[in-house]
């Protein structure tokens, strides 16, 4: 979500004559769109405005003025003592106030003095949000929701990002046709409960459409070749956005669903309401509406009050699923979240013997997930150049990265690719002497 974010402060931007740039010591601004979800990705922007405050004294040695901004959900959560802790600081705003930037930047420059736009507005940001989206490349993301009601015991999203709030279907239908008319092919969904989606039905009425009934609407859209959406609740999983799965052609046949725990103890104390079994028999009834599907997860290990035997039933759960991917974090005690107060918090060297154990078990699973793709045709949307000349890659429809050897210009066209090798994390292959398309 934070890389939407900066794509549609980019489309902000532009009007006002501003372009990205790769190159810090060419900046006029420089915005940090920063993450809070663990304390690693909270502390790395400390040390990154260190490093790019040179950039901007520098500047003043010459006698221009850069703006240092920091927005996203530590500007939201500590803007106060960022400001506090870093003078180089000019401007804090949070992620539902990147609406604001051009007024923001304005009273920058009439130099009245540091800028925080911390609230929350009462005015949708997405309705002022500039229609354009300048996108390159034929996959794009979508934000169609956003915030948190669920309160896990371990996250600060409800705090960071709000309470749960759903774009209307036509603003969102708005939004896909523009990419779709850029040469976008593939679209991925964006919110932090996607799936508890309930926006404003199109046309006339108080009715709300739910994920399962966007998904097929967007998929008529002539050009949409690609569906994805992420990142899903299992307790939102309804019937009609696992049918989906069954019947859209363009829902890609991968699904992120993190549990976080396998242990039912655990699983309680994260406030999570569901058990490890309610999460295997959803598993099994998305896997009889689409047979290949490719599972993904987020785990958390060392959540206080983990025993080893909570520990081993994550485990199980795994092997029972069997994973083609998933992301794996130690509990990182937030501050104002419940979990932070448990006094059962878990030694550092037990969570990351615990951590080395699972990540072990994923990779392995990862590996033959892909390694089972060998000798497949499957389809490939080309999004860029390789590293090497006359290389080329895309996606498989389960979102591993597939390499190909050819020079003819494939990015931002769909072929059928015959995988040859899989590594951990990609598949290579040759190009099947099927039309391109
Ligand atoms: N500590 C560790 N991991 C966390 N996540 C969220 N909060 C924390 C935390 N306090 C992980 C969860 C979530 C993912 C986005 O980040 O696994 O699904
Ligand atoms: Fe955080 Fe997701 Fe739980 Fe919401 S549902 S509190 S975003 S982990």
């Not at 070749?225 to 899903?232: I, M, N, Q």
């Amino acid at each position: 979500m934070n890389v939407y974010d900066s794509e549609r402060m980019v489309d902000v931007l532009s009007p006002l004559g501003y372009a990205p740039t790769d190159d810090p010591a060419a900046a006029d601004m420089m915005i940090l769109n920063t993450c809070h979800i663990r304390e690693k990705a909270s502390e790395k922007v400390y040390s990154e405005l260190g490093r790019l405050k040179q950039f901007k004294e520098k500047k003043a040695e010459e006698g221009d003025k850069v703006i240092m901004a920091v927005a996203g959900c530590v500007a939201q959560a500590e803007g106060d003592e960022m400001m506090k802790r870093q003078p180089a600081v000019d401007m804090v705003f949070g992620p539902q106030a990147y609406h604001h930037l051009p007024e923001l930047i304005a009273k920058a420059e009439r130099q009245e003095g540091r800028i925080l736009d911390t609230d929350f507005p009462v005015e949708d940001k997405f309705d002022h949000l500039p229609a354009t989206r300048l996108t390159a490349g034929p996959t794009a993301f979508l934000s169609i929701q956003e915030g948190c009601d669920k309160f896990c015991a371990f996250c600060v999203v409800p705090y960071t990002r709000g309470a749960e709030f759903s774009r209307p279907v036509a603003q969102i239908e708005d939004e896909a046709r523009r990419l779709i008319a850029s040469g976008v092919r593939e679209i991925t969904l964006l919110g932090q409960n996607v799936n508890a989606y309930h926006g404003e039905a199109p046309g006339a009425g108080l009715t709300v459409w739910t994920l399962g009934r966007l998904i097929r609407h967007l998929a008529d859209i002539d050009g949409l070749d690609r569906l994805r959406y992420t990142t899903s609740h299992p307790r939102d999983m309804d019937a009609e956005l696992i049918s989906a799965h069954a019947d859209v052609p363009q829902l890609m046949p991968y699904l992120h669903l993190p549990i976080q725990s396998g242990a039912d103890r655990v699983l309680q104390a994260m406030n999570r309401q569901h058990t490890a079994d309610m999460y295997r028999a959803l598993i099994d009834r998305i896997r009889d509406a689409r047979p290949d599907i490719a599972m993904s997860s987020d785990f958390i290990v060392g959540f206080p009050g983990e025993s080893d035997a909570d520990f081993e039933a994550t485990m199980q759960l795994v092997r029972d699923v069997t994973y083609a991917q998933a992301f794996s974090f130690k509990y990182s005690a937030r501050p104002g979240t419940p979990a932070a107060e448990a006094e059962d918090q878990i030694p550092e060297e037990v969570k990351t013997a615990r951590l080395a154990a699972l990540q072990a078990l994923l990779v392995t699973q990862q590996k033959q997930f892909n390694h089972n793709l060998i000798d497949q045709v499957i389809p490939v949307l080309f999004e860029k150049p390789g590293r090497y000349e006359g290389q080329v890659i895309g996606r498989s429809p389960y979102l591993q990265a597939v390499h190909v050897k050819n020079d003819a210009d494939l990015i931002g066209k769909m072929a059928y690719v015959k995988v040859t090798a899989a590594q951990q994390n990609s598949l290579a292959g040759e190009l099947c002497d099927y039309p391109v398309s």
